[in-house]
C-alpha cells in the first residue's frame, strides 16, 4: 500500500526551535507522542519508506523538529518524543520550549497526529497534550499504536473507550487504531492527513 503524495517524503531539515524552522508556508502536520508509542515507525509506514523517521531501540532520540517534505507546499514534521526522563534536564528545557513555540505560534501547522501505545492510552503527558492543544485550537488525530499487540476485542474497547472521552472533553481529537506492524489503518490515517494538507487524490 503507497500514497502517491506521502511516499514523495524527503529529509529536508533538522531544527532546534521556531527561528531555524524552514519558511512558515503551506501546509505542515506534525507527530507526537511518548518516546516509545511507535512514532517512527507510524512515520515509515506511512510514507511507504523503510528509514525516514530512525527508528532506534533507544526512545528519545528524536530531539529535534525534524520536516520531511512532500512538495513545495507540504511537509511532514516529527516532533521530539515527550516525557523521556533520560535525557540531560537543560536540554530536556530547551527542547521542550522549541517545542511549545513551534506548536503555538507555526502558522503552516494544520494539524497534530498524537501517537499513543493502545495498550496504555490517555497516559497523564497524553492528556496534557490534549488540554494544551485544545486550548490553542489546535486539531489532534489520536493514532492508538501497536493495535497489533491487542486482541479484536481489547482494540474495540480501547478506540470506544477513548472516543468517549474525546467526545465528551476533546471535540478538537479524533482516534482510530492503527498498526505499523500489519498496516491496520493505514488508509483512514491518510484520510486524516489528506484533509489537513488540502491534497485531493486523483
Known sequence: MQHPLYQKATYLKSAPNLSHCPEDIGYEVAFAGRSNAGKSSALNV???QKSLARTSKT????QMINFFQLDEQRSLVDLPGYGFAK???NVKKLWEAGLAEYIEKRDALKGLVLM???RHPLQPLDVMMLDWTKEIGLPVHVLLTKADKLSKNQASQAL???QKTLKQDYPHAS???FSSLNKQGLDQAWLKL???MAF???
Open 59 to 62: 526512545p528519545g532520540r528524536t
Open 175 to 177: 482516534a482510530q487504531l
Open 160 to 162: 470506544f473507550g477513548l
Open 194 to 196: 489528506d484533509e489537513w
Open 87 to 89: 535525557v540531560n534536564v
Open 200 to 202: 485531493e487524490r486523483g
Open 46 to 48: 506511512l510514507t511507504s
Open 116 to 118: 499513543m501505545d493502545g
